[in-house]
C-alpha cells in the first residue's frame, strides 16, 4: 500500500448540543481541537422518534397548505 494515503486520526473533543463533552478519534482538524456539533442525536427529530412539532409561521407550509387546500385525492 502506499504511503501517505490514509488520513491522520488524532484526538478532538466534540460537544454536542446540549454541552456534553467526548473525546473521540478523528480526521477533523488538528489533534486536541473542539468541534461544536449543531445538530446531535439526542435533540433531532430523525433520532428522537420525531416527537418534535414543526413550526411554520407562515413560511412554505403554510403557503402550500393554502394553494393545494381544496385538492381532494379520492379513489377512483
Known sequence: ???ATHPNYHMIKVVMTNGTEFMTRST???DGDTMNLDIDPTTHPAWT?????MMD?????SRFNSRFSG???GKK
Request: charge should be positive; avoid cysteine.
Open 1 to 3: 500500500m502506499k504511503d
Open 28 to 30: 477533523y482538524g488538528k
Open 49 to 53: 422518534g420525531g416527537s418534535h412539532q
Open 57 to 61: 409561521r407562515g413560511g412554505r407550509l
Open 71 to 73: 385538492l381532494s385525492f
